[in-house]
């Protein structure tokens, strides 16, 4: 079993259409939580990270972090076609670690 | 403007032939690696560097080679690249710590035939 996974999509949407963006993992020590966006022919950028459990918003995006049931949840509002793009999750263990775990990532594509 | 950049950024070799993918970054960041990307794998990190002269293997070091003479700069060696060496390769830097703080270059797409 791997230590996170990820739905590997694709994620076929309208455009307005609320996303949900999700990844399980298996790692009780988890405390960072981080969400990715990788446009196509590009590097990995950082979207949003969180803290331990709770939700952290950032414009339309959403980040949610359920620690007891070892899920967190990347919600995209109003999705747009430029938020067309395969969405990683990464965790590590505490702050001061240099290692990171991915998800496989999920594909999305948002149509006009 | 603060980049990581690789050079090439795609390749297409032969069995055997040795290359070298160069990355640099302009952030002064202590920490540095190397990653490759496959379908239903994700990323997976294959070389790190916490410092000048200080590589140490990742989850995937077997058929790579890597040296941090100087700060900015982490080449990744490939001394007999194979087939199963086919893939997305990123550059990422960042400061020592901060775990989330992770800068990836816009990646090398590998082809060994």
């Known amino acids: 079993q791997k230590e996170v996974e990820q739905d590997p999509g694709p994620l076929s949407v309208p455009e307005g259409a609320i996303v949900s963006l999700n990844c399980t993992y298996s790692?009780?020590?988890?405390?960072?939580f981080m969400w990715y966006r990788q446009y196509s022919r590009k590097g990995p950028e950082l979207l949003m990270y969180?803290?331990?459990?709770g939700n952290k918003e950032d414009g339309r995006f959403t980040a949610q972090v359920d620690k007891s049931s070892k899920y967190i949840s990347l919600f995209i509002r109003d999705s747009q076609p430029s938020d067309s793009a395969t969405y990683l999750c990464a965790m590590s263990p505490d702050y001061n670690t240099d290692k990171l775990i991915f998800g496989t990532g999920t594909r999305l594509q948002v149509f006009p | 403007e603060a980049q990581v950049t690789q050079n090439p950024r795609y390749l297409i070799t032969v069995t055997g032939k040795k290359l070298t993918v160069t990355c640099s970054q302009n952030?002064?960041?202590?920490?540095m690696s190397w990653y490759r990307q496959d379908p239903g794998l994700g990323l997976r990190q294959i070389y790190y560097?916490?410092?000048?002269?200080?590589?140490d293997k990742g989850d995937v070091p077997e058929g790579y080679k890597v040296s941090r003479k100087e700060k900015r700069n982490f080449p990744l060696i490939l001394e007999s690249p194979s087939p199963n060496q086919t893939s997305l390769y990123f550059c990422?830097?960042?400061?020592?710590?901060?775990?989330?703080?992770?800068?990836f270059g816009p990646g090398t797409r590998l082809t060994v035939t």
């Open positions: 952030m002064n960041h202590e920490y």
């Open positions: 790692n009780s020590a988890f405390q960072y």
């Open positions: 560097s916490m410092n000048v002269e200080v590589t």
């Open positions: 990422a830097s960042k400061v020592q710590g901060a775990a989330y703080e992770q800068y």
């Open positions: 969180t803290y331990s459990s």
